[in-house]
């Protein structure tokens, strides 16, 4: 036999050990971060059985939930608002065995209720206000069903459950922020300079009006998901790091001062693409060349992906610059065009106000991102008035559909149990109380139950296993955390890939659940097999629910969608209070355009179609706003406020019953309050050469812009009204 030679098996040798390292290079933090999910559900489980508690799968549920974010700020916040759910959900449970002690039916029905209304306020509000909404729904599911049968055991089981929560919450806490922890400061600053990255980029093309309506429509989409992942990174980042929870109310203003810029240069954009249409090109060209002073200033990044601190620190000292000269600038440019007709006057003054709001905008922007990260205070020659708190809410509709559907699937699974008097009825009921709660406040629910079913599944079969062959064999706490953790280690680094994290978080959850590690351990091969059963059903008729009960990619829930747009504009941007108006105006703008990305990219109620809306809504509702706030500026005509209100209820009624009269009526009233606002100027003086255009007249001229746009969808019909197409 040929003897191969060191030489032939050092390359070899050499190439193997340059893989292992490659991979370990590409898959460090996932196999770390596995590795912290293991230790941190097995010191769970060794203090539970230490504390002598009967069975520690809550405490590892927990840990296993917690763990699956990779940064400790995350952890913690997630942790605190699951112990403030588990304590309302266990307070729930003890307040109804108080109500129905012997009233199975009555009290199955008030759970399902309870759970209800529990997701309805989860679907609602945002960010971990919507945890701990969810957790106080299924953790009296938790907490009650397992005693329905026994009522005198329901305090032991609550006491023993928040101990178990307490115990997964305090280890999956420590590990996480201990040992090679991952911070949420460094991963927001770098989400948020890729942010203002992206966003510069934006306003470039925004500037140059290079972009389709629909490539718009995608990056205006793409940059307000990178701000909801900035505000939800801000949420976690104040129970981690001191100095920026200092600084709060400064990542606040950033996200207003973003919501405003983003919506001005979405009005630039459009105005200009609109004045491109016209023969006369007089105002097109003196805008462009006060676009073009905005554009010079804006920076490109110098390594290609990211602007640095100090660019941007020059892009801020540019806009100062740009605002103490823009007024004479636009005054400048506004009596070079003396001579023009009054159209052309109104396309300058409209592109002119936008572009020095905008300008305003963007400064307050860049000055509050380079305070958060210097610790430094800057002064703009305009401060900004911003709220001093972010309002969140979801639609109504939503929200109340997924709280029938919760309330629905679980008095079905209460239906079957009590229907059948299957002993691990109990189990279904609890299983689809969790799945139902948890995945509604997800994009698409369905795929999610769907994958977590199979992570279920997996982790019935994975737990026969370890239960039944390999658990009898061991001896002593060591062996037991050695065999064990080879399980949590596969599925929470499934859990790290986004194809699998949904079947990865399955796993790991329902391997913890259905294990059911006792103290002292008990072996019942049909009681397992009888929970995992229902718990699957449990699983499967949430994901029937998600599929059948008002599906949230249906036509129905888009068309709610819809309407509250509508009364957006119709009734709280034309006759809402102005104090707080603009915020809730833009966030709620946000939140549609995040739905309408979830949309089908054809057919009914396409994505399309509802970013043409959000986009109508957005240019004339804040046309309307800054009308309202200019008015109260501006030395405007003895009967304006008349004229003004006859406007407001035209362009009121075209959004909520939009039609081709609807639309002539707001049409002419638009340009009947442009005739009003003939002669009038600004008496805002500010330290400019002579008086600027009549901000609210420019105002009035871009809704009529927008009015006439046939690319926005207010004449066409909308389904219900029997409008027909203009």
Not at 160 to 166: H, K, N, Q
Not at 630 to 659: C, D, H, N, Y
């Amino acid at each position: 036999m040929a003897k191969i030679s060191g030489s032939t098996l050092a390359p070899e040798r050499a190439s193997f050990a340059n893989a292992v390292q490659s991979y370990w290079q590409a898959d460090r933090g996932r196999l770390v971060h596995a590795s912290k999910t293991a230790l941190a559900v097995v010191l769970s489980m060794w203090l539970s059985m230490r504390l002598e508690l009967s069975s520690p799968r809550t405490a590892m549920v927990s840990a296993v939930i917690l763990m699956m974010h990779q940064h400790s700020g995350m952890v913690l916040a997630r942790g605190f608002y699951r112990a403030l759910g588990m304590l309302v959900g266990n307070l729930a449970a003890l307040l109804l065995f108080f109500a129905f002690p012997q009233e199975r039916v009555l009290f199955l029905l008030c759970l399902s209720v309870w759970t209800g209304l529990c997701v309805c306020g989860a679907a609602y509000y945002r960010n971990y206000q919507s945890y701990g909404f969810l957790l106080a729904g299924y953790a009296t599911c938790i907490a009650a069903v397992p005693s329905i049968n026994n009522p005198y055991a329901i305090f032991d089981n609550v006491i023993v459950s928040l101990s178990e929560v307490s115990i997964g919450i305090l280890c999956a806490g420590l590990v996480s922020a201990l040992i090679l922890p991952q911070r949420v400061a460094t991963m927001m600053l770098a989400a948020g300079q890729q942010h203002i990255t992206t966003f510069v980029g934006f306003i470039r093309e925004a500037l140059h009006g290079r972009q389709s309506p629909s490539a718009l429509g995608l990056s205006h989409l793409h940059l307000m998901g990178e701000r909801a992942q900035l505000e939800n990174l801000r949420s976690a980042v104040v129970f981690e790091d001191p100095e920026l929870r200092a600084n709060n109310d400064l990542m606040i203003h950033l996200n207003h001062d973003f919501l405003d810029a983003i919506a001005r240069f979405h009005t630039i954009h459009q105005l200009r693409a609109r004045i491109e249409k016209t023969e006369d090109r007089r105002a097109a060209s003196a805008l462009d060349a006060l676009f073009d002073s905005l554009s010079g200033i804006l920076p490109f990044p110098s390594d290609g992906a990211r602007l640095s601190l100090p660019e941007v620190r020059g892009l801020h000292a540019g806009l100062l610059a740009l605002a103490s000269e823009l007024p004479g600038r636009i005054a400048s440019a506004s009596a070079a065009l003396s001579n023009a007709p009054p159209p052309v006057l109104d396309r300058f003054a409209a592109g002119a106000a936008a572009l020095d709001e905008a300008t305003a905008d963007l400064l307050s922007y860049t000055e509050h991102y380079i305070a958060l990260r210097t610790a430094r205070t800057f002064v703009t020659e305009r401060p900004r008035k911003r709220p001093s708190k972010l309002l969140y809410s979801g639609n109504r509709a939503f929200a109340l559909a997924s709280g029938l559907r919760a309330a629905m699937a679980i008095l079905a699974c209460s239906w079957l149990w009590i229907a059948s008097g299957w002993n691990g009825g109990s189990s279904a009921v609890i299983a689809a109380a969790i799945a139902i709660a948890l995945y509604s406040v997800m994009p698409q629910p369905t795929a999610v139950a769907r994958q977590m079913l199979i992570g279920c599944a997996a982790a019935w079969l994975a737990g026969l296993f370890f239960n039944f062959f390999i658990l009898p064999r061991l001896d002593g706490f060591l062996l037991l955390a050695v065999w064990i953790v080879p399980f949590i280690l596969a599925g929470s680094y499934l859990g790290t890939f986004p194809k699998t994290a949904t079947i990865g978080l399955g796993f790991g959850i329902y391997f913890s659940f259905l294990s059911n590690l006792t103290n002292p351990t008990v072996y019942n091969p049909t009681s397992y097999l009888d929970s995992g059963l229902a718990t699957l059903l449990g699983i499967a008729i949430a994901s029937l629910a998600f599929a059948t009960i008002m599906p949230q990619g249906g036509h129905w829930l888009a068309e709610r969608y819809l309407n509250q747009l509508r009364k957006l504009v119709a009734r709280e941007a034309c006759h809402g209070a102005l104090d707080g108006l603009r915020l809730t105006f833009e966030s709620n703008i946000r939140d549609f355009v995040q739905y309408a990305g979830t949309r089908p990219v054809t057919g009914r109620a396409s994505q399309a179609e509802l970013l043409g809306w959000s986009f109508a809504a957005l240019e004339i509702g804040l046309g309307v706003i800054n009308i309202r706030e200019a008015t109260a500026r501006e030395v405007m005509p003895a009967r304006w406020k008349e004229q003004q209100g006859s406007m407001l209820a035209a362009i009121s009624a075209l959004f909520l019953t939009p039609s081709p009269q609807t639309h002539e009526v707001a049409l002419r009233a638009v340009e009947s309050a442009i005739e009003q606002t003939a002669g009038t100027a600004s008496n805002r003086t500010g330290g400019e050469p002579e008086p600027r255009p009549s901000q609210v007249r420019a105002f009035l001229h871009f809704i009529r812009l927008s009015l006439l746009d046939d690319a926005l969808p207010l004449v066409n019909a909308f389904p219900g009204t029997g409008a027909e197409v203009a």
